[in-house]
């Protein structure tokens, strides 16, 4: 049972350049998230799916796409990277419909964009 | 823009002690409150969730929630070296969550 996957953990882009971080998740979830995380700081949702099908924007979604291939996987396109996307971008899953549940975190892609 | 505050710290600590963590929230409307581990260069690890009014406490943990005020805290009892990390407060609501920019702990021997 690996949990949360994420490809690849690292990463660098030329501005403009273009790339897709892949998430998977083995637990059965239904709801699956994208953040990323400035240093110092904490993790601002870019978008999320709360089922298989659908997808919302979080609060930065600007200059990302994402695609809920799945049930099992949730990914998260660059279309031309800026250097302001420069981040560590987490990736995590929940079950849904029980309003106490955790969210299980990746293990995060560290994307560098010169 | 729903606002999850904490303060950045460093909170210093000597080990044994109490570590007391705060964290408040802008949007009365949430409906479960979540603390999370972060060790540095690593993913967020749950330690604690509670959604109800009151204390919940797990081992050396204890979250407290006040709604009224909007306000939850996590008391760290009996220190250790190993709990210097920082620590994220995260809102949920309606399947969405807010997260603070946390409070770097450290835990000195």
């Known amino acids: 049972n690996a949990g949360v996957t994420q490809t690849p953990k690292f990463q660098v882009l030329k501005t403009g350049q273009s790339m897709t971080l892949q998430c998977a998740q083995d637990?059965?979830?239904?709801?699956m998230y994208w953040y990323r995380q400035d240093p110092g700081m904490g993790l601002r949702l870019i978008y999320y799916s709360a089922s298989e099908g659908t997808t919302d924007k979080g609060e930065v979604p600007n200059g990302y796409n994402v695609s809920r291939l799945n049930k099992r996987e949730f990914s998260l396109r660059l279309e031309s990277a800026a250097p302001s996307q420069t981040s560590v971008y987490f990736c995590?899953?929940?079950?849904?419909?029980?309003?106490?549940?955790?969210?299980?975190f990746g293990p995060g892609t560290r994307l560098t964009v010169t | 823009q729903k606002e999850v505050e904490q303060n950045s710290g460093p909170l210093s600590v000597p080990e044994g002690a109490i570590a007391s963590l705060n964290c408040t929230y802008s949007d009365r409307g949430s409906q479960s409150f979540f603390w999370y581990r972060q060790y540095s260069g690593k993913s967020p690890e749950l330690i604690m969730s509670?959604?109800?009014?009151g204390d919940k406490e797990d081992g050396r943990f204890t979250a407290q929630l006040n709604k009224a005020s909007q306000y939850v805290s996590l008391l760290i009892r009996d220190s250790q070296p190993s709990d210097s990390a920082t620590y994220l407060c995260?809102?949920?609501?309606?399947?969405?969550?807010?997260f603070g920019s946390g409070t770097k702990l450290n835990v000195k021997p």
């Open positions: 637990m059965n979830h239904n709801s």
């Open positions: 995590a899953s929940r079950p849904f419909g029980d309003r106490i549940t955790e969210q299980y």
């Open positions: 509670i959604y109800s009014n």
């Open positions: 995260a809102v949920n609501g309606f399947n969405k969550f807010y």
